[in-house]
């Protein structure tokens, strides 16, 4: 039987279920977990359970109770998902909350998110905030930081991490106001490694640069060291 399409617009409720195309906006809420090929959801929407679908696309002050699972997920606004996020291609921008893990090929975020779960994926690039009380683990990590920022644990082969440059500096710095963007983990882990402003107990790995601002317990390196005048390490071990 050919799936039918669900279209919602304003204070409207609905029960969830296996569709085509599911248009969802306005102050609305799905009452169950939704199925379906493509959805977009705009607006104050609520749905009392998981996402599953070929695309999604979410915008505003959105609540997921559950999962979003999806080849393309883009989310913006305030948003906040209770469950994970498990795509391909995700990108995140606004102030963003998940409740559990992220798990993607690629990632991107702009603005400022909170995760508290763990996050894997192969390439991750952040252009703001961000506060994850799990591991970070990518292959490239880049983060481009205009405010304060906390991990548990950021584990890739290359990590950069940098005050938010010129690229990314005119919109974001105009959102996060003039602070410095700094970095706050308890260890970091990788081949290739350049820190800016980053607080950290445990650096190791191959090669690893120290910009300004960097304030490190331990640094484990079998290759290069480089360390700003700026910045202190408090014991250094060559491998």
Known sequence: MEKRDLKISGASVSTGGEYRDVRVSGASKITSDIICETMSISGAITVDGSVKAGSCKVSGACKINGNVEADTIKI???????????GKEISLSGGIKVGESIRSTNLKLAGEIKVDGDMECEDFRLDGGITSGGVVNCETCELNLATRSEVSELVGAKITVREGNSYTGGLIKT??????????????????IYLENTTCERVSGQRVILGPGCRIGTVEYSEELSIDPDSTVKEKIER
């Open 76 to 86: 913006s606004g305030g948003s906040t998902i209770k469950g994970s996020l498990t």
């Open 175 to 192: 959102i996060f106001g003039k602070g410095k963007g700094t970095l706050k983990v308890n260890v970091i882990e990788g081949d290739e």
